[in-house]
């Protein structure tokens, strides 16, 4: 079993719709939640990351982390064809030496 | 600021042919990192540094080495490329290892 999974999609949404990203994983340790977003053929960037359980909101993006069941979701609202992307989610433990762990990534289609 | 560039973008090799991939970072980072990027199997950690003159091994190190002789320049060498390394590299660099900033990568086919 990987550390992380993610449905590699693709998923297909109308523009305007509200878009549900989600992971799973399996290391009780992990304590940062990494979203990335990578357009094709370039390299991922980050899109926001959250500390422990929560929410957090950034515009039209908001990441959820529920530790007890060891899920991430990322969710989209108003999605424009400019959300099209791969998206991955990483997390990683405490500590500075510490690795990121990448699920294989969500390829996203916002269409017209 | 470029902030992380990689050289070369493409590289075609034949199969016992040796390379050296540049990664370079202009934003005075500690933490550089180098992956592989299959189908399938998501971003791959091969080695990473945490600071000048420091390397260590990732999840896939087999086959590659590593160099960090400068803060800001990571290379990534395939002494014998074999088909199995066919791949996109991404080098990423970071202060303390949380936001890590990537290269555009680089394409490589082993024949």
């Known amino acids: 079993q990987k550390e992380v999974e993610q449905d590699p999609g693709p998923l297909s949404v109308p523009e305007g719709a509200i878009v549900s990203l989600n992971c799973t994983y399996s290391?009780?340790?992990?304590?940062?939640f990494m979203w990335y977003r990578q357009y094709s053929r370039k390299g991922p960037e980050l899109l926001m990351y959250?500390?422990?359980?929560g929410n957090k909101e950034d515009g039209r993006f908001t990441a959820q982390v529920d530790k007890s069941s060891k899920y991430i979701s990322l969710f989209i609202r108003d999605s424009q064809p400019s959300d099209s992307a791969t998206y991955l989610c990483?997390?990683?433990?405490?500590?500075?030496?510490?690795?990121?762990?990448f699920g294989t990534g969500t390829r996203l289609q916002v269409t017209l | 600021n470029a902030g992380v560039t990689q050289t070369p973008k493409f590289r075609v090799l034949k199969t016992g042919q040796s390379m050296t991939l540049l990664c370079a970072q202009d934003?005075?980072?500690?933490?550089m990192y180098w992956y592989r990027q299959d189908p399938g199997m998501g971003l791959r950690l091969i080695h990473y540094?945490?600071?000048?003159?420091?390397?260590a091994k990732g999840e896939v190190p087999d086959g590659y080495n590593v160099s960090r002789l400068k803060k800001q320049n990571f290379l990534l060498g395939l002494e014998s490329a074999a088909p199995s390394q066919t791949s996109v590299y991404f080098c990423?660099?970071?202060?303390?290892?949380?936001?890590?900033?990537f290269g555009p990568g680089t394409r490589l086919l082993v024949l």
């Open positions: 990423a660099s970071s202060w303390g290892g949380e936001t890590q900033y």
């Open positions: 934003m005075n980072h500690e933490y």
């Open positions: 990483a997390p990683k433990e405490a500590g500075t030496a510490s690795k990121l762990t």
């Open positions: 959250t500390y422990s359980s």
């Open positions: 290391n009780s340790a992990f304590q940062y």
């Open positions: 540094s945490v600071g000048e003159g420091t390397t």
